[in-house]
């Protein structure tokens, strides 16, 4: 008698996430969040690329030997040229489309991730911190678990 194992995996998301919604250009973002914070974000060589849709997040790193925690500013939004048909009377015959990386968060500008092991307290200090960054209009906690896309966001 033979048994059958099957293996019930997810992968398991235990990590801060904060939604930015600002007008800040991604370096700019990652600056005052350096400076806001004491931290030192990156941008990383690779960005986040989807060769299905054509599009490319980027991507900013960070990680705290001393605190043993890891840091990343991720654009949730990719602008492309999207071609229009020659049909329409426009001056140019490009438009622009935007792609998003979280589908359910279109709202959301950047996402702010944060791997460690910070309480409550010091997530509420950091969101507040996000929120007195000049062009940066509201910033709260997401939880991972409840997006559909969330496996993007595992790098």
């Not at 062009?135 to 966001?153: A, C, E, G, Q």
Request: proline residues 1%; negative net charge.
């Amino acid at each position: 008698m033979s048994k059958v194992l099957t293996l019930d995996y997810e992968n398991e998301h235990e990590y801060i996430l904060i939604g930015i919604h600002a007008t800040l250009e991604d370096y700019r973002l990652a600056f005052y969040l350096n400076e806001s914070l004491n931290i030192h974000l990156t941008r990383e060589s690779q960005d986040l690329d989807f060769s299905t849709d054509n599009s490319s997040f980027s991507l900013y790193k960070y990680d705290c030997s001393r605190t043993f925690s890891k840091w990343a500013l991720i654009a949730n939004k990719y602008k492309f040229n999207a071609h229009v048909n020659s049909e329409n009377d426009y001056l140019f015959k490009e438009d622009y489309q935007i792609a998003h990386l979280i589908q359910e968060k279109k709202q959301v500008d950047f996402f702010f991730k944060i791997e460690s092991d910070f309480g409550k307290k010091q997530i509420n200090e950091i969101i507040k911190s996000v929120n007195t960054i000049k062009n940066v209009i509201t910033s709260y906690n997401i939880n991972p678990r409840t997006l559909k896309s969330k496996d993007f966001l595992i790098f």
